[in-house]
């Protein structure tokens, strides 16, 4: 058996958490650059604010309602994520961070039925985070997460859902459609209708053989998953990253190189603050500039550097991006978005060196380490390369974050007793 454990609407939940007053009061959380809205709070929903949609076009419509509104706070929501998932890792023998917002996990039978077991972990994170979560159960990771998602549209289940009947499991599947299924999406919908699927039960009922014969191997695991056959374990430790990238588009237009540079030197130290982290060294980089879509001579462009020997250090992978993006920056165009991307990873010492290039610097070694030990205790950007400057203009619009109420000691909730 299978739990999962997904925070309800979680950015929108976070911001609430230090906000008494917008408890079960409209609110919703803006993406990067304040551009869409990628959460919000049931009172929100209500209203007819839809999600993923350009904050612009429902502009008026918050006003009209006084709809508190916020900037994504990702320091904030990472660390109410840590405090769920380490909450959550009392209950289970095993589990699986899947996202900032859920955790997969596997039962233990000492606390009981599946329902009361679910009731504790929800009275618990909600007691010891203050964050509101569902849960599901399930033979597999897909029929868990098919029950998760029903025990947030039921009332009635009151945020607990465990298939284990046969039964269950049909009238689950026959509700739900079949672009909704974990890891089918739209795209696949589209292909799964145009042969007569349309429910998560008709797919769990569609031949192998047809599956693979249109689709492939990976929803062929779907369709077993459906069928209570375990094809996909718990990811306990989480496969080495393959690549990891830094973008971010800009808060205004820009049509100076400095502002471009200095940003690509920031998108870089930040991708190698992550590389290290990782315990990764990357061999390539790839830089991108871009103009806006929506406008007319859409620009898009990249460079792809063979680094001359794989490396984590941020000066290093700071210079050849600032140097990459010169060649792609045109004079006269407006520029809305750069960023960098680490690819060919490889584990930190296990790179063949060229004999015959220059020795590798050891210096820059410790500086990194020194580096990531004051940006850890005093907050990212505490110490950075000069290049990555934090002038007005290439920086995303935040207007209206919130404080990183838990881990900055000058943006700590203050209480006033009268």
Wanted: charged share 20%; aromatic share 8%.
């Amino acid at each position: 058996m299978f739990g999962i454990i997904d925070c309800n609407r979680f950015y929108a939940s976070a911001e609430q958490l230090f906000r008494p007053e917008l408890r079960h009061k409209p609110v919703i959380c803006l993406s990067n650059n304040d551009g869409a809205i990628v959460s919000l709070s049931p009172e929100a929903s209500a209203l007819g604010i839809p999600k993923f949609v350009p904050y612009f076009k429902v502009e008026q419509l918050v006003r009209k309602h006084n709809v508190a509104v916020f900037s994504s706070n990702y320091t904030l929501y990472g660390d109410i994520s840590n405090r769920v998932m380490q909450t959550v890792q009392r209950f289970a023998s095993e589990v699986e961070i899947y996202s900032i917002d859920e955790i997969f996990i596997e039962p233990v039978s000492l606390w009981g039925d599946l329902k009361t077991y679910g009731q504790l972990i929800r009275r618990t994170v909600a007691k010891e985070v203050g964050i509101g979560v569902g849960v599901g159960f399930g033979p597999t990771k897909t029929l868990a997460k098919a029950s998760n998602r029903c025990a947030k549209k039921l009332p009635s289940l009151n945020g607990v859902c465990a298939l284990e009947t046969e039964m269950q499991r049909e009238w689950l599947l026959k509700r739900i459609e079949v672009g909704d299924v974990w890891g089918i999406g739209s795209r696949l919908a589209k292909r799964l209708q145009a042969i007569g699927v349309h429910t998560a039960w008709d797919l769990s009922k569609t031949p192998a053989k047809r599956i693979r014969q249109h689709l492939n191997v990976c929803v062929e695991r779907t369709v077993e998953e459906l069928n209570g056959v375990s094809c996909l374990d718990l990811e306990s430790m989480p496969p080495a990253k393959q690549q990891i990238f830094c973008t971010r588009s800009f808060g205004e237009r820009l049509t100076n190189l400095e502002p471009i540079q200095q940003a690509i030197a920031h998108h870089a130290s930040t991708a190698a603050e992550k590389l290290r982290k990782a315990g990764m060294h990357t061999q390539h980089i790839q830089v991108f500039l871009q103009t806006s879509p929506f406008k007319p001579n859409f620009y898009y462009e990249s460079a792809t550097i063979a680094l001359p020997y794989p490396t984590d250090d941020t000066c290093a992978i700071a210079r050849y991006a600032t140097h990459a993006v010169k060649g792609l920056f045109v004079e006269g165009m407006e520029f809305s978005k750069t960023g960098i991307g680490l690819l060919n990873l490889i584990p930190k010492g296990v790179a063949q060196h060229d004999l015959f290039a220059e020795p590798i610097a050891r210096t820059n070694e410790n500086l990194m380490k020194v580096f990531d030990c004051i940006n850890a205790k005093y907050g990212r950007g505490t110490v950075k390369v000069a290049a990555a400057k934090t002038e007005k203009g290439w920086q995303a619009k935040s207007q209206t974050v919130s404080p990183r109420y838990t881990t900055c000691w000058s943006e700590l909730p203050r209480v006033k007793c009268v």
